[in-house]
């Protein structure tokens, strides 16, 4: 895959970025790189599935379904008070998060409009970019694939380094993949493989995404309580978001594991909250205990 120059120093910038993820505020190719341009450039590269990204909504109207909805007998439905005064803000015309009813607390707006989007009962307009990330794929293109052309001396030191230190430590963790014990167990090897071959058509067992929680836990020592958020990142591109929920929620049902809520959600980041599992009631599913 070829990308132009400014797309690659959209992915570089990001590599001298914790995690590989920061604000699309501060991700800037060039100096005159405007706003619009910087978020197509952004859209461009998720495309291509190279980075993803969290966004809020700046205006959103109710769909048909909503409508229909609203008609029904909604004390019997799966809909939260909050969800429905978000509906019926909305009934005569698109609105901003701003214009939704009083009664819906202004922190929890953007998850009810992200709840109402996700069954269709609402349809987002027009958004905003707040944070974005290197994907898997996208650190596999830097380290295997990447051919960068031309004569044009556009590049700072600042990115070469970042670069750099990148593939560095790429090689370093050939031989210690991210700090994990190397035992031998056909699970944890299986899990290992696939874990950081994120082209391995090989498909995840339960045991194996087991053993992967565990090692991602003692990894980051979390006393087993490994965030949500942490797991997909490591099962990107293997697990879409909708295949890890259901996979959790199995393994729930079988009692492998327990999934828990934040009590403390100024300690994560708005993008680290919304990779939880959102709920019809309460908060949505942030932990992940191993039984």
């Known amino acids: ?82 969800e429905l005064w978000t509906l019926r803000s909305c009934v005569n015309r698109s609105i901003t998060p701003q214009e939704i009813h009083r009664k819906v607390p202004v922190n929890e707006r953007q998850q009810m409009i992200r709840n109402l989007e996700q069954r269709g009962l609402v349809k987002v307009i027009k958004t905003q970019l707040r944070e974005v990330w290197l994907t898997q794929l996208g650190q596999h293109y830097l380290r295997y694939d990447a051919y960068p052309k031309g004569a044009s001396p556009s590049l700072s030191l600042n990115l070469l380094c970042d670069y750099i230190c990148f593939l560095r430590q790429s090689l370093y963790y050939s031989d210690d993949q991210d700090d994990f014990d190397h035992q031998d167990y056909s699970n944890e090897q299986a899990a290992e493989e696939v874990l950081f071959d994120p082209f391995s058509t ?30 997909r990142e490591k099962l990107q591109p293997l697990f879409s978001r909708e295949e ?25 980041s708005e993008s680290e909250l919304a990779a939880g599992i959102p709920q019809d009631i309460g908060g949505s599913l942030f932990f992940i205990r191993l039984n």
């Not at 498909?203 to 797991?231: C, H, M, Q």
Request: glycine share 4%; with cysteine.
């Open 202 to 231: 090989q498909s995840l067992s339960t045991e194996d995404v087991l053993e992967i929680i565990r090692r991602l836990d003692k990894a980051l020592g979390g006393e087993n309580y490994l965030p949500i958020f942490k797991l």
């Open 1 to 82: 895959m070829d990308l132009t120059s400014i797309e690659l120093k959209f992915l570089l910038q990001l590599l001298g970025r914790p995690h590989y993820r920061a604000s699309i505020q501060k991700i800037r190719p060039n100096p005159k790189t405007s706003a619009a341009k910087r978020d197509k450039i952004c859209l461009q590269l998720c495309s291509k599935g190279l980075v993803d990204y969290t966004y809020e909504a700046q205006q959103f109207a109710i769909t048909p379904a909503g409508f229909t909805l609203l008609n029904l007998d909604t004390t019997s439905l799966p809909v939260t008070p909050a």
């Open 244 to 268: 890890l929920d259901q996979l959790l929620y199995q393994l729930q049902r079988d009692d492998q594991i327990e999934l828990s809520s934040l009590q403390d959600v100024t300690v994560y």
